[in-house]
């Protein structure tokens, strides 16, 4: 089994910053990617950036590129979404998401909740 849990969630003013962070535990010699999914009230589940665990190899989606830079420490299990310039429209529950290579096995974060608002 593996645990994720996510932290650093909470209410930040328009133009301002959050970090997340995301601990994986268990038998995690199996994940590949670990990255961060989002999902505002009455939109679907949408991925915000990813990053393979061997390449580094990280991927974005094109409203966080140059805002968002995710990261992640092998040795603390951890990956980290650094979040600059946060506009209203990334409220959202911020999810973390760890997957094989083969993205067969998925393993999902309990949530938490970034609200951007003035």
């Known amino acids: 089994q593996v645990r994720l849990v996510e932290s650093g969630g909470g209410l930040v003013q328009p133009g301002g910053s959050l970090r997340l962070a995301c601990a994986a535990s268990?038998?995690?010699?199996?994940?590949?990617?670990m990255g961060w999914y989002r999902q505002a009230p009455g939109k679907q589940r949408e991925l915000v950036a990813d990053?393979?665990?061997?390449?580094?190899?990280?991927t974005y989606t094109d409203s966080v590129k140059g805002r968002f830079t995710i990261s992640r420490d092998n040795a603390k299990n951890t990956v980290y979404l650094q979040m600059n310039s946060l506009k209203p429209e990334d409220t959202a529950v911020y999810y973390c998401?760890?997957?094989?290579?083969?993205?067969?096995?998925?393993?999902w974060g309990q949530g938490t909740q970034v609200t951007v608002s003035s």
């Open positions: 998401h760890g997957a094989d290579r083969g993205r067969v096995r998925n393993y």
């Open positions: 268990g038998f995690i010699s199996g994940i590949y990617v």
């Open positions: 990053i393979t665990k061997i390449e580094d190899t990280t």
